[in-house]
T-cell receptor
């Protein structure tokens, strides 16, 4: 069974203090690793899709990287508006997408 | 370009009742997946519909059923509601790549908040 573990569960940063979120996974035949951002009470907002080890993608202050066992979401000089829960998910060989429980990020001005 | 839409936004039901939730996929998408998200948890996969058929199913009882229409929109039905069914129900749409035999990135709707009393 596919599994996704995210750490830390919660992270509190000062504005401008860079950090990284971790997503460890086990999957039978990775068909894609996804990062989403979710604000309270709303649907997840798509950020990145990564398909193979070594791949990296960037968007504004966010950068996602992928290895054979984990993915990192690096946040550079975060702002208060980056506060949200960040979800990691994997798609395995049977098309089913498995999510982690997320990292709740709070950025303090 | 309209994104994924869901209705209703909120719903309150009592135990034992039945509920129907609706989803319209993003323009150009033909595959719809449904998820249940309890408070503080990640979304849990319920099932996926493509070409009006259920293609994949997660670990949910038969009380959860669905349908996809020719215009790719979808419904999620839950019978005999339990208190534990209270959650945010999310619909996600994607496009099936016939050549690769897989769907691409999923885009989520705003969700329907179901409360069972």
């Amino acid at each position: 069974e596919d599994q996704v573990t995210q750490s830390p569960e919660a992270l509190r940063l000062q504005e401008g203090e860079s950090s990284s979120l971790n997503c460890s996974y086990t999957v039978s035949g990775l068909r894609g690793l996804f990062w989403y951002r979710q604000d309270p009470g709303k649907g997840p907002e798509f950020l990145f899709t990564l398909y193979s080890a070594g791949e990296e993608k960037e968007k504004e202050r966010l950068k996602a990287t992928l290895t054979k066992k984990e993915s990192f979401l690096h946040i550079t000089a975060p702002k208060p508006e980056d506060s949200a829960t960040y979800l990691c998910a994997v798609r395995g060989g049977y098309q089913k997408v498995t999510f982690g429980t997320g990292t709740k990020l709070q950025v303090i001005p | 370009d309209a994104g994924v839409t869901q209705s209703p936004t909120h719903l309150i039901k009592t135990r034992g009742q039945q509920v129907t939730l609706r989803c319209s996929p993003k323009s150009g998408h033909d595959t719809v997946s449904w998820y249940q998200q309890a408070l503080g948890q990640g979304p849990q996969f319920i099932f996926q519909y493509y070409e009006e058929e259920e293609r994949q199913r997660g670990n949910f009882p038969d009380r959860f059923s669905g349908h996809q229409f020719p215009n790719y929109s979808s419904e999620l039905n839950v019978n005999a509601l339990l208190l534990g069914d209270s959650a945010l129900y999310l619909c996600a749409s994607s496009s099936m790549d016939q050549g690769l035999g897989r769907t691409d990135t999923q885009y989520f709707g705003p969700g329907t908040r179901l409360t069972v009393l």
